[in-house]
């Protein structure tokens, strides 16, 4: 029963890391096309996450660059406490394009 909550717990991070690849990457697109990069980025991955999520932008002459973290508490009934909470993050860079709205 352990080793089932254990492979659980894996799978629960494994999920989750997912989800925040996919919000990094909507982000990034969302920032890329704006007017205000920064904002956009912001909705697109809590949009996309459907949770608090950190993103930070740096917008440069030509690139927009999108980083998200998250923490994520481990704390699967009677494993939790084996496997330690953690930082989830991503990064993607995109070509800026002419705002859209």
């Known amino acids: 029963m352990l080793a089932v909550l254990l492979i659980a ?4 991070i494994a999920v989750t890391q997912v ?4 919000a990094t ?3 990034v697109r969302a ?7 920064s904002d956009a980025a912001l909705a697109a991955a809590q949009f996309s996450f459907g949770r608090a999520i950190d993103i930070n ?3 440069g002459e030509k690139w927009v660059t999108v ?3 998250y923490e994520l508490a481990t704390d699967l009934l009677m ?3 084996f496997v330690p909470d953690l930082t989830l993050s991503s990064h ?4 800026l394009e002419p705002p859209i709205d």
């Open 25 to 27: 990457r909507n982000a």
């Open 31 to 37: 920032a890329a096309v704006s007017q205000s990069p």
């Open 92 to 95: 993607f860079s995109m070509l």
């Open 9 to 12: 717990q894996f799978l629960v």
């Open 79 to 81: 494993v939790g406490r």
């Open 57 to 59: 932008t740096k917008v």
């Open 19 to 22: 989800q925040v690849v996919n």
């Open 67 to 69: 980083t998200a973290t």
